[in-house]
């Protein structure tokens, strides 16, 4: 149980006695107001600004159980603690300057992970990669700004040729490291929202068995009856670190039956919220009416694969096709044959792609941050005559940027940053 602030080391005191040195452990028992013993455990403290929050923190560390906790964290509140809102440790780091925004985001980010490869980068972000990466990005416009404002304050000097050749060439370094900046950003962004990927198709043609076969366990239901799958049924699986979220959904066919009714449109309602949609038949025909109809449904800005499934009947060959008209994969979901395929053809509708070992994690609002700062830097690029126009699409590009380390927050975006982590972080 983590305790912060101006009492911290009081309330401390009254629960587990003398506080060992800072940063040191220290056996105790932990008791009630009346003297009994609630549990006995470890006790840290860690003196401000040396801490998580920056302010005084004090650790008991006893043996767990929700009986035992409920009692410790009851005595905490008698003493003066109140309960902690969710994110409050982070957002207290942040407030103390111990962590900036980028930073904070990222403890959230590690604790999510899905994967080995999304911890890593989530480690990364908070280790500062993110963030001294956009730093080096603001100290570049705050020397650019400097040249170009001291052009729009001391307009009787001549301005030297070689000097609009050295602001050219500074935006265009800024506009690359951006670029850069901001390909490595998506990536890290998939390794954290992953792809949502919905199988649709009829009934009986594969669908739960190639879920079962990208999972590779049993999720799904299979058998020989018609309409088996009646709501979703999800899996994730890993692919090269990017969480891929499965989705298997009713069969499409008209019918009578009410429930498979409902299921089938809750199968519509989920290819529209999906990234992806994987359209499934077993024969390699061109589709006919109604699955031209299914398909024709499908948003036009869900990436679409049609998979030809049983080829391990049908004898056609495993593999992937690329068309003008869309991308056909042939594969079994019995045999295995042609899974390979579809898992590249997975990463490319997410937007993977090979990297190094240096990727860090990034959101969304990081995203279109950087995006607004590209923005801005390539209109300067367009304006280099005019400084005063020059001049302000630097200082709105580094206003960008600072909403990725937190510099420029306002706190409404606070709060709904740390309202999603978890209580005790």
Known sequence: MRVSGTRARAIAEEIAGTL????????ADFRADGGAIIDQGLVLFFAAPASYTGEDVVELQ???????????????????ARVAEPGEFTRRAFLNERLDLAQAESVADLIDASSVEAARSAARSLAGELSRRVERLVAALTDLRAHVEACIDFPEEEIDPGDRREHAR???????????????ARQGAVLREGLTVVLVGRPNVGKSSLLNRLAGDDVAIVTPIAGTTRDYVR?????????IHL???????????????????????????????LFITESDR??????????????????????VNKIDLSGSPAGREDAASGTVLRVSAKTG???????GWLLDAAGWKPHGEGLFMARERHLIALEAARGHVTTAQGVSQAFELMAEELR????????????????????????RFCIGK
């Open 62 to 80: 006893g043996h767990g159980g929700p009986v035992v906790m409920q009692q410790l964290l009851r005595r905490c509140v008698e003493l003066g």
């Open 247 to 277: 989705i298997d959904t009713a069969g499409l066919r008209a019918s009578g039956d009410e429930i498979e009714r409902i299921g089938i449109e809750r199968t519509w309602r989920a290819v529209a919220e999906a990234g992806a949609a």
């Open 337 to 343: 044959a042609g899974i390979e395929a579809l898992r």
């Open 235 to 243: 899996a994730t699986v890993s692919l090269q670190g990017v969480p």
């Open 170 to 184: 500074k935006l265009a370094a800024i506009r690359d490291s951006l670029d850069a900046l901001l390909a490595e």
């Open 286 to 307: 061109t589709p006919d009416m109604e699955e031209s109809a299914h398909l024709a449904r499908i948003p036009a800005d869900t990436a679409v694969a049609r998979v």
């Open 396 to 419: 709105l590009a580094q206003r960008a940027l600072g909403r990725v380390t937190g510099e420029l927050s306002a706190d409404d975006l606070l709060g709904e940053i740390f309202s």
């Open 20 to 27: 060992p040195p800072p940063r040191h452990a220290a056996l």
